[in-house]
């Protein structure tokens, strides 16, 4: 079983920057895939990014590549997402998730969630 409790949220103006952290429990958690996913009202949850169990492969959903970098301690058991030039449509409501598939970036293929964390954007 694994536990994922996010952290880092918060407004901010447009352009600015937030990282999120996400620690887990659990000592299977180095060998699975994760991901951060975000759902903004009235729409769907979707991918962010996601990570290899190796911190390797790096996908990033159009809308944030270039100015979003997710990585991952395994040591430390936690996985970050590091968030530049925020935009307003950036706003939604943050989740980690991890798969117990080593790398995948569908969203039917997470079975473990954190609560979310609000990340707010205003122009």
């Known amino acids: 079983q694994v536990q994922l409790v996010e952290s880092g949220g918060g407004s901010v103006q447009a352009g600015e920057s937030l990282r999120l952290s996400c620690a887990a429990s659990?000592?299977?958690?180095?060998?699975?895939?994760a991901g951060w996913f975000r759902q903004a009202p009235g729409k769907e949850r979707e991918l962010v990014a996601g990570i290899s169990w190796r911190g390797t492969l790096p996908s990033y959903a159009d809308a944030v590549k270039g100015r979003f970098t997710i990585s991952r301690d395994n040591a430390k058991n936690t996985v970050s997402l590091q968030m530049n030039s925020l935009k307003p449509e950036d706003t939604a409501v943050y989740y980690c998730?991890?798969?117990?598939?080593?790398?995948?970036?569908?969203?039917?293929?997470?079975?473990?969630w954190g609560q979310g964390t609000q990340v707010t954007v205003s122009s």
């Open positions: 998730a991890a798969s117990t598939l080593s790398w995948t970036t569908r969203r039917a293929d997470y079975n473990y």
């Open positions: 659990g000592r299977t958690f180095s060998s699975y895939g």
